[in-house]
């Protein structure tokens, strides 16, 4: 019989460093969710590299509590003004599934949420599909605001959420 998964609080949550690009990437790339947008873990790679290099954004990584070893249970990728060049916007964020109803993703989130959720408020997009996120979403008080149709890839509609701060 399958355990229920702790939900422990005792996250580290760090910046993420050039030693965490790789693993986190690797993340993306074995998301059945992140195949379906043809996201590869050479092009997060990519993507995660220029974005550390760019003061504009905020990535920070997840880890099981301090004592215990192994890579990032998960990461978040935040620009600070990446909405209309005034608000928030989470660019991605990806928890590896055995981490998955543990309290990572919220813990990643408050962290994000503490630093920059002020009166300019976060922008983020769900997969209309993806009910699960869009749940977690609206439970942290984000609130829906429209579809986008085929904006990320052809066939894929994303849902807009907003929190103000």
Known sequence: MKSEPSKESSWSILPMTESDVEACADLVGRSEFFRKYDFSAERATVLLRQALADPGSDLLVIRRPSG???????FAWFIRRGAFQRSGYLRLIAISPDSR???A??????????KYLSNRGIFLLV?????AARRFYES???G??????DFVKRGLNECI?????
């Open 68 to 74: 215990q070893s192994g890579p990032p249970r998960g």
């Open 161 to 165: 959420y907003f929190k103000a701060g």
């Open 140 to 142: 942290l008080g984000y």
């Open 101 to 103: 109803g543990t309290g």
């Open 105 to 114: 993703g919220k813990a990643l989130m408050t962290a994000i949420e503490s």
């Open 127 to 131: 997969t209309e599909g993806n009910t």
């Open 144 to 149: 829906f605001i429209g579809t986008i149709p």
